[in-house]
């Protein structure tokens, strides 16, 4: 089945107890025992919940994979997979990335002797001069957050393959519609579904996918012990949301391309990233890596922080606030807001400057959204 199909239908056939079409929310903490010994495929819904269940069977066709763990959020998952290391242990990341991926490698892992070396995105090369005897993963994002630099997923995971490291890839700017980790060689797939998954700003989730059934058993046992799982309800929310993924990031895309275009001509922008644009220098990585180049699209305004101060609270469309994949179309200021727990000086060194807006293009009709970055910018 192509991918729009497998979004409707992957796990989620009928009820059979009911033959309702749409899976049911199973709001129930415990399951009845048919007697000692003889346990049923649902005990207890920290471990297990069959809304969840049909989530997991989703997400997981959706990555190409096999094995689909659902976590209260992008964080937990995260955490989930940072529990497979031990102390002592090193990471590779790339530098630009979601201020608390950032937080959770300095402040969390570090009290665990976990370490995180930060190489630049787009070097190659430079992945492998970071590894040490201790390197047991690379931590990728792409596209990154917030500049939209793309990591070639393949040449990386070759580095990562022959020196048997895991490679864990964080999805969500790209969504499993445009870019499918798993298949170009990661070993994770993280994706926060809160995000374009949901698609509707309603609910908080995050979700990690592997083909590998070792590794599928040993996230299975952190998200179980960790109790971070997504109530029924929240999985049904996220479940509702995917259905019409395919739909939605077709306009997100065709939405933010138009933007980008717009923006990139305007004489109080500085610079524009969006791997659509024949100008970006990962312009040809993201049509050989990815399937469409997203809804995501960050510009630099000419001027100062005052001035960013002004634009920002003009807009009447697009939104000032965290988040992104929403349906909405949203702004939001990644020196303040995302990427604050970075210091002053790194967020300055990595291109993070207080000039930068990071815009989430939603699917409202264009020559809206156009008009409102016409009249913020006049």
Not at 61 to 86: C, D, I, K, P, Q
Not at 275 to 294: C, I, N, T, V, Y
Request: net charge negative; charged share 20%.
């Amino acid at each position: 089945m192509k991918f729009a199909t497998r979004a409707i239908h992957a796990g989620q056939e009928p009820d059979p107890a009911t033959g309702a079409v749409m899976p049911p929310i199973y709001q129930t903490s415990t399951f009845t025992q048919a007697g000692l010994g003889e346990q049923k495929s649902f005990v207890y819904s920290r471990v297990d919940n069959p809304t969840r269940h049909a989530l997991e069977e989703c997400l997981a066709s959706l990555e190409n994979g096999t094995y689909a763990l659902a976590f209260a959020s992008a964080m937990a998952a995260e955490s989930a997979v940072m529990g497979l290391l031990s102390a002592g242990d090193h990471i590779v990341a790339c530098d630009d990335l979601y201020g608390d991926t950032y937080r959770i490698f300095e402040r969390a892992q570090r009290r665990y002797q976990i370490e995180t070396s930060y190489v630049s995105a787009r070097s190659i090369a430079d992945y492998e001069h970071a590894l040490r005897p201790t390197t047991r993963m690379i931590w990728l994002e792409t596209p990154t957050n917030p500049l939209l630099h793309l990591v070639d997923i393949q040449a990386v995971a070759q580095i990562a393959h022959h020196h048997k490291l895991l490679l864990v890839v964080d999805n969500t700017f790209a969504s499993p519609y445009f870019q499918q980790p798993l298949s170009l060689g990661a070993d994770i797939v993280i994706e926060s579904t809160t995000k374009y998954l949901s698609g509707h700003s309603d609910v908080i989730g995050g979700a990690a996918v592997t083909n590998n059934e070792k590794l599928s058993r040993a996230l299975k046992s952190q998200q179980i012990l960790a109790g971070a799982v997504p109530g029924p309800f929240d999985a049904w929310l996220i479940l509702r949301g995917i259905k019409t993924l395919a739909l939605r990031m077709r306009q997100h895309e065709e939405n933010a391309r138009v933007v980008a275009e717009y923006l990139s001509t305007h004489p109080r922008v500085e610079q524009v990233y969006y791997p659509g644009l024949s100008s970006h220098p990962d312009h040809e990585l993201a049509k050989r890596q990815m399937s469409g180049f997203g809804g995501m699209v960050s510009f630099q305004l000419k001027g100062g922080l005052a001035d960013v101060e002004r634009v920002v609270q003009r807009f009447k469309i697009f939104t000032l606030a965290v988040s992104l994949g929403g349906i909405e179309s949203l702004v939001s200021h990644p020196s303040s807001m995302t990427h604050i727990s970075m210091p002053s000086e790194l967020r300055e060194a990595r291109g993070l400057r207080e000039t930068l807006l990071r815009l989430s293009v939603g699917i409202e009709d264009c020559e809206d959204l156009l008009a409102d970055l016409e009249q913020v910018l006049a």
